[in-house]
């Protein structure tokens, strides 16, 4: 057991395991965000609420901008990891 214990360093898998979660749980959480926007502002924009709609566009929109900022980083920190 002290053999595998020299190759893998358990720290940095676990550190590793610990961030892919939370970029996965916050990638999820942005995404979502994005559709729920895009989705009320049809909604809004049927019903007439165009303030509401618009308010919603800019939180999906804001989401979708979000996304890729946060692919465009993690694409970033792979390579120049």
Partial sequence: MPLIA???NWA?????VV????????????????IRGM???V?????????AAYAALAIGGLSVLATVVLIVLGIY????G
């Fill in 6 to 8: 020299e190759i893998v």
């Fill in 12 to 16: 940095d898998v676990g550190g590793s």
């Fill in 19 to 34: 961030a892919g979660a939370v970029a996965a749980i916050t990638l999820t959480i942005v995404v979502s965000l994005g």
């Fill in 39 to 41: 989705a009320k502002y």
């Fill in 43 to 51: 909604d809004y924009g049927q019903e007439g609420r165009i303030t």
């Fill in 77 to 80: 920190l792979m390579v120049a």
